[in-house]
């Protein structure tokens, strides 16, 4: 027994490593593998991101490529896990990746980074903890602002709009809801409105009616919401059902499309300040959205655009330095802006900073008539 | 003849695995490197399900006792041998402290009680910040380094990884063949002859459960400098159930069991990468139909087949198992 | 106290779904011996097949609700039995338990694949209307979950105490040889009883969907919590499986309110480990013989 089990190995291994015998890099195509969450808790932002970047791709090789070469992305799923993100990102860099796409996650992102970062290789990362900027990465780009970024942008807004003394937060407990979470504590110290009440839910609960009576008995004058879209539809329903009346305030998700349908009626009148609306009266997004639903058959998220962009910001840089060397495209990026009207892939003017932090103007935005409104911009800080 | 052959494959399959990472990419070193550290862990499985006849849903969790106190002991300075121990103890410890209670009651409660348990360490994990960093975990652990022998290039820290499973695979040997092992394996196949024979069937199933849990713990202290990062997700009650099927594919009970299970699910979808979301779809299938026809796993099967033939072509069927993989 | 009063009846509505779940999942331990870690995605399929039925088949909604039953009464029940556990009986209870963790993977890859990943929207069986007790605000919704689960275990203990098919039911599960040998079908009554699970499921499904949504990965959370459910209540009753559920709604709720929100989820596994310790039977069960 004992000797066939070896022999089954050692036929195992032939194979092995036969089959994993890397292929040769082609010269004229450039390589940027889309390593995102296709499965798993992440999948909805993943496949977005992927479906925006594809895009992208396809247009820019339907142009003639990046300096000529067109652009070969492959997906990599990490199945929302860390572990596996960073494998794969390692593996994105042996096929010989020019620039990596991903991940969206920010718990992958900041386990992946540290790889590319090693080998020096440009990464368009879709998380918004704010984590990922502050360890001094210089190959990270967000594509989107981080949440140190965002949740201050709600905070004039609370102040001086609202007027609120008194705030509730309610947010999901994993590293996505506890980076926006304690940025928001951060802020609420800062400007001295008092939070009541702190209530932070489990991925996946089904009961929220114990979450938001809490906050009902709290006397809080507005409620932060940072909540993934499923959980924002169900807290907006049992908020409708128990006659919730402050303000429900999100960052991002809470006015979304996805979570109006969800939640059927019940977002009528939430905020959320947003940093890419799908829904933003902008011609140049108008066209992005009708596009993606064209092609897809589904409408986008905001992390459709920015995979989109993503793509887009690797080409602009890219035919700036004239050359394929990700080291100086991380270069260029940093403090690099891209103007939408000379760049119109990016479909907003873009900056970045010396810390791969993206800015640009933002929205707030409410739900009126079960469609998310931009009812103002926020400059790009 | 079956005596003198066994050294000899165990020295080819040893070289074997020497080989494999030479001249592959960063990549493949870091997924062989995670083949054998979930193989260490599906071991200790395998002791406390192949052996001792308990199901535990909590591997994952002695995984991470294992990662996370190894993270806060070399973060803290200390090296990496006397982290690893701890590991192993604390492990060995709460394994010994969970089993105690839940073995009394027969049946499934071993089971009932372990996945508890492992959803409450997640939480633990999750919510206790001040000790495990919360959601955002801990990283940038050391990896090891003894002096001359430096693990922070993939390919030496894949032979460090190898040289650890090998010591962890010999002791394992030592253990089911003592006559403790023998006792194991009396309980599995009879409990009642076993406990007729003079057997303490609970003190024997309690110290199979602990030291499954302890190469738990070793896996663990191996991930840790692996992977760099550890959070609460890559413990949780999933990766329990994921490493249970490891040892139910390869084969319960089995010595090299663990090794084919770990292999079907880390190294499988290297192979099957074309079929793209339908991986998850074709290895569950593939596991429904492997209960169907074959319940004792991918060696039973290869035992199976190998009676189809006669000796001569013993090898072959081998091989043809092997390839099939 | 409204507060108090809100978060108790809420629980109690939710947790009369998880009752539900955990009342197949006792069901089908007594009838195959197997812990089937498949269940929370049996409640989670059902809701996809009331959907194909509204968008795909254009079915009004209660047609729908109808097509959705009996697709799940097939699959989840006779294919189950036929396909998964019937060929598997006889190499023993260990390849059966890791066959369903396969087969929950599986339904859920597999509904991720063919319906996606996104939660999907789920319509109201019950009016939307709202009153308030002393208050606490309670929906017709709330009081329809309770009214269902009441009855079903109302209903189901009525079917196998006083039916003969009931009876010869119980008689299996208690003793197969014996009841075989007093001439009942025993192979066409453990397939009832996976007939039952799977339209308790369903039912299950139905009554969760329009506020939980519908989702692939909505089994993870509800397998775990039905499995739970049944430890506690017990696992050889089918009220033990209702308070179970019930326990487990309000407690989650009551300690969220009062004492932790960080760790809501640990009060009923630690309850398990407890009653584990203290009654392996479960809170209703009796340690002797199996009622269905």
Known sequence: MKRQQFLAAAALFATATLGFSGAASAQEVVKIPCVCELSGAGAVSGTNYRDGARMAVDEINAAGGILGRKIVMTDMDTQTDPQTSRALVQKAIDSGAYAIMGTVYSGSTIVNMMVAQRAGIVQMTGSEAPNITERGNPYIFRTSSGAQKGVPALTAYFKDQLKVKKIAVEWVNNDFGKGGHDVFRKEMKRVGIDVVADVPSEQGQADFSADVSKIKNSGAQAVFVYLNEEEDARFLKEAKKQGLKVPLVGEVTLTGQKVIDLAGGAAEGAFAHVGLATSAPIPSIEKFVAKFKKRYGRDTDHNGIKGYIGIYAIKYATEMIGKFDSKALAKKLHGLTLDASKYPGMLLTTSWDQHGELSRESFMTEVKNGKQVVIGTVPAN | ?325 | ?292
């Open chain 3, 1 to 292: 106290m409204s507060q108090f009063l809100q978060v108790f009846l809420s629980g109690l509505s939710t947790g009369s779904i998880y009752a539900l779940a955990a009342i197949g999942f006792t069901l089908l331990w007594q009838a195959a011996q197997t812990v089937n870690f498949a269940q929370g995605e049996f409640v989670m399929l059902p809701a996809f097949f009331v959907l194909i039925g509204i968008h795909w088949l254009h079915l009004p909604l209660w047609l729908s609700l109808i097509f959705g039953l009996i697709v799940a009464v097939i699959v989840l029940g006779l294919l189950f039995k036929k396909v998964v556990v019937e060929p598997m009986l006889p190499n023993g209870g260990l390849p059966l338990i890791i066959a369903t963790m396969a087969l929950s993977i599986l339904l859920k890859e597999g509904t991720k694949q063919f319906y996606g990943a996104e939660a999907q929207p789920f319509p109201n069986i019950f009016p939307q209307t709202t009153m308030t007790l002393d208050g606490a605000v309670i929906s017709v919704q709330d009081i329809m979950n309770l009214v269902v689960s009441l009855g079903v275990v109302v209903g189901l203990t009525l079917f196998l105490n006083r039916t003969r098919t009931g009876r010869c039911m119980q008689a299996t599960a208690q003793n197969p040889e014996v009841a075989e040998i007093l001439g009942v079908n025993v192979k066409r009554m453990v397939l009832y009883t996976f007939l039952v699970n799977a339209a308790l499921a369903a039912l299950a499904s139905f009554l969760i969907s329009p506020i939980y949504l519908a989702k692939f990965s909505n089994g993870e959370t509800l397998g775990l919590v039905a499995f739970i459910a049944a430890i506690v209540g017990g696992f050889n009753q089918i009220r033990g499986a209702l308070v179970g559920g019930l326990l487990i709604g309000v407690l989650d709720n009551l300690t969220a309110t009062y004492v932790t929100t960080e760790y809501r989820a640990a009060l009923p596994l630690v309850m398990l480990i407890v009653i584990i310790l203290w009654r392996p039977q479960g809170l209703l069960g009796t340690s002797e013989g199996r009622q269905v």
């Open chain 2, 1 to 325: 003849m079956k005596r003198r052959l066994t050294p000899i494959l165990l020295v080819v399959g040893l070289a074997l695995l020497i080989v494999a990472p030479l001249g592959q990419t960063d990549y493949i070193k870091y997924i062989l490197s995670s083949w054998l550290i979930f193989a260490i862990a599906a071991m200790g499985l395998n002791l406390t399900l192949g052996y001792a006849g308990q199901i535990s849903l909590a591997q994952a969790s002695f995984i991470g006792i294992g990662a996370y106190t190894t993270a806060l002991l070399t973060l803290a300075g200390v090296p990496w041998i006397p982290s690893m121990l701890a590991a192993m103890a604390v492990s060995f410890l709460v394994g010994l402290a969970l089993g105690f209670p839940a073995l009394r009651v027969q049946g499934h409660f071993l089971a009932f009680v372990t996945l508890a348990f492992n959803t409450l360490f997640y939480l633990v994990a999750r919510n206790e910040d001040w000790l495990t960093g919360g959601p955002y975990g801990l990283s940038g652990m050391p990896r090891p380094d003894f002096w001359l022998f430096d693990t922070n290039q993939n390919l030496p820290f894949y032979y460090f990884t190898l040289a650890v499973f090998v010591v962890a695979a010999a002791l394992m040997w030592g253990i089911v063949r003592s006559p403790w092992g023998r006792a194991f394996k009396g309980l599995r196949e009879n409990p009642i002859r076993a406990e007729s024979l003079g057997v303490d069937t609970r003190r024997i199933t309690l110290l199979a459960f602990a030291i499954g849990s302890a190469y738990g713990g070793l896996a663990g202290a191996l991930i840790s400098p692996l992977v760099q990062f550890i959070n609460p997700d890559s413990f949780a009650l999933v990766q329990s159930i994921r490493i249970l099927l490891m040892v139910v594919v390869g084969g319960a009970g089995f010595f090299f069991g663990p090794l084919f299970g770990a292999a079907m699910v880390i190294l499988l979808p290297e192979f099957l990468r074309f079929t793209e979301g339908y991986y998850l779809m074709i290895y569950a299938s593939a596991v429904i139909v492997l209960m169907v026809f074959c319940p004792s796993g991918l060696i039973g099967a290869g035992q199976a087949l190998r009676e189809r033939f006669r000796p001569g072509h013993r090898v072959r069927g081998d091989m043809k198992q092997g390839s099939q993989l």
